[in-house]
């Protein structure tokens, strides 16, 4: 290993992982990436890998992951900051090298070069990946080596352009601290210092450019800082009066233009100007004076948390507000894909579109509620002013029909567990489309939400998994059901399944789940919700321990098929491992709740055999059908 050197070094991954020795001291965290991190990060470094034949000149086009800051010790380096990629990254080596046995960059790669201090259950764990033996180790980590493997699968990959460019193209910059360095110290800095400018702050003041009157540019400000705190309603970003002024006194309404706006806001005391150039955002010249006040009204502001981040939400506006499909939903290009130089013109529409969007998505879209003490749960809500009290409170959005309300929450969240990763929100973009054209019009009590939320999951279904696979953007711009018949090898891929179908599935076995559990005494199906599974589930396990017996032998022709599958969390899944039917039925009923409704319904059998999966299958097939055949 070389000698401590201040300077940072740009780092290929093949160098990072060739280069040293690494170490996780004990005051980090443990490994916390979840499914929706490590999605966004192989879809990132595929998006930016070249996928045709190029020249030398042409496809070194470099992909910068981030910055891994160290201390070096001598033998090793001590990891201050990027532990959660560079874990990451060690997992993704192991997949690749089991996809890939014949790439020689990998082959000289034989053991991971990164370890914990005196946690050895994480070291253990993590050399065992690399061996390509994931055993009862740290589930974190366990998890994440099913979800690269998965994620090469369902997207497609090409594995050996993936790991070229992985290997040689993707770079990381190594930073070491000096020697002496008080680390307390410096994490007090870096706590204090703050993030750096984020792109929707700079576009913030691209569009801000284009506003001479202080009025309207302190208005514009105000409007966008209210829409970029995405976990709190909008309308808890304008003082009281002005509320009411903005939405009505029922909080029902949103203005139609920008002029509206300026007029309902009111004059906004400014004793500066809003900064209008990136520059003065920069260096913290001048300030928006607004009536931004805390409001007696805003309890619970941070009880809600959105399914989307305020980057990605501002790529939805555009997409829709200038019905454009070459925008995509990815925050890394939100710079690129606005004007460098917008005009005042274009700044007000988007701006109203902006608040208008924003109003639907806080009243019409699920969002995640937190409890004191409890885990948060998806909820329908808005807010809602009572005449005769001295303040607002949250109500189902369709609180005169509590169970649309709650049909709705389920159907919504079966979309954003099937599709975490923020690029793939296509169904969203559908929805706020669909919410904007009707929103002068009745909702029908929400019931026209639910029937055109059941037929998008129909196309997602009958458009996605066809034989000639239909784009996202067909699939929004079609109006009734599509006619293309499924490809059901899709159904057959073992762990390669789409989470969305099993999603889709367990939505209409809970809609339809007193034909399905008519026994269900204690409403075990009734209660089900979504959450992020990510662990394609076989019944039948692919291998057997000594514990397994009889009573779930499947043929190898049925055991990547669709009945033997169901999609679980990865704790059961770990948990369940090669155990037998038995024992893996007695576990899961065990549970206070039913982690799918699809295993539900196999483990109400009392064994497994390629006959009674043939039959199920069916049966699913069937339901997975429903939709459509109800629409026609």
């Not at 925008?327 to 939100?334: M, R, Y």
Request: one cysteine or more.
């Amino acid at each position: 290993m070389k000698t401590a050197s201040n300077e940072p070094e740009l780092l290929t991954v093949e160098k990072l992982f060739k280069d040293g020795k690494y170490i996780i001291p004990l005051y980090q965290r443990n490994y916390a990436w979840g499914e929706s991190e490590i999605d966004q990060l192989i879809q990132d470094i595929w998006d930016s890998c070249p996928k045709e034949e190029k020249t030398d000149e042409q496809s070194s086009n470099p992909y910068y992951i981030g910055s891994l800051v160290v201390s070096n010790r001598g033998e090793f380096y001590e990891v201050i900051d990027g532990q959660q990629r560079h874990t990451t990254l060690s997992i993704l080596l192991a997949v690749l090298r089991s996809e890939q046995k014949s790439d020689v960059q990998l082959h000289e790669i034989t053991e991971t070069n990164l370890s914990f201090e005196s946690r050895e259950k994480s070291s253990n764990t993590l050399r065992q990946i690399f061996k390509q033996k994931p055993c009862d180790g740290e589930e974190g980590m366990i998890t994440a080596y099913k979800v690269c493997q998965k994620k090469l699968k369902v997207e497609n990959i090409d594995i050996q352009k993936f790991t070229s460019y992985l290997m040689n193209q993707v770079k990381i910059l190594r930073t070491e601290v000096p020697d002496g360095t008080d680390l307390n110290h410096y994490f007090e800095i870096m706590n204090n210092r703050g993030e750096q400018l984020e792109k929707h702050e700079v576009l913030k003041a691209r569009f801000m450019s284009a506003f001479k009157e202080n009025e309207k540019r302190a208005v514009f400000a105000q409007v966008w800082d209210a829409c970029a705190d995405m976990n709190r309603y909008v309308v808890m970003g304008f003082g009281a009066e002005q509320r009411k002024s903005l939405f009505g006194d029922d909080l029902k309404g949103t203005p139609s233009s920008f002029d509206e706006i300026v007029k309902c806001i009111g004059s906004v005391t400014s004793e500066g100007s809003a900064p209008c150039k990136i520059e003065d955002l920069l260096q913290g010249d001048g300030q928006v004076s607004s009536d931004k006040k805390e409001d007696p009204n805003a309890e619970g502001i941070e009880k809600f948390s959105s399914i989307i981040t305020f980057s990605n939400f501002l790529l939805h506006v555009l997409r829709l507000q200038n019905e454009k499909d070459t925008v995509v939903l990815d925050d890394k290009k939100l710079l690129d894909q606005f004007p460098k130089e917008p005009n005042r013109e274009y700044g007000e529409e988007f701006i109203t579109s902006l608040l208008q969007y924003r109003f639907l998505l806080d009243n019409f879209v699920i969002k995640r509620e937190h409890e004191e003490g409890k885990d948060g749960k998806w909820c329908l809500k808005r807010r809602k002013t009572y005449q005769s009290a001295t303040s607002d409170n949250y109500v189902n959005t369709f609180e005169e029909d509590g169970g649309l309300n709650n049909k709705l929450v389920m159907v919504q969240s079966m979309f954003h567990v099937s599709y975490p990763t923020q690029n793939y929100k296509y169904w969203l973009t559908g929805v706020l489309k669909y919410l904007f054209e009707i929103k002068e019009k009745n909702f029908n009590g929400g019931q026209g939400l639910l029937d055109f939320l059941e037929r998008l999951s129909d196309r997602f279904f009958f458009g996605r998994f066809a034989k000639e696979e239909v784009s996202y953007d067909e699939i929004l711009k079609s109006e009734g059901s599509l006619a293309e018949p499924i490809d059901e090898e899709k159904l057959h891929q073992g762990t390669g399944v789409h989470n969305f179908v099993f999603n889709r599935l367990d939505y209409l076995l809970w809609s339809q789940r007193d034909s399905y559990f008519p026994n269900d005494k204690d409403t075990k199906a009734k209660n089900f919700t979504f959450t992020f599974k990510s662990s394609v589930e076989h019944v039948c396990p692919q291998t057997h321990d000594e514990s397994n017996t009889k009573d779930n032998t499947i043929s190898n022709e049925k055991l990547h098929s669709f009945g033997n599958l169901a999609l679980v969390s990865s704790s059961f899944n770990s948990s369940a491992s090669n155990k037998s039917y038995k024992e893996k039925r007695e576990a899961f009923n065990a549970k206070k709740n039913y982690e799918s409704l699809k295993l539900a319904l196999i483990y109400q059998r009392e064994g497994w055999d390629d006959t009674l999966c043939v039959e199920h299958e069916k049966k699913m097939l069937e339901v997975l059908d429903g939709l459509k055949k109800s629409i026609i």
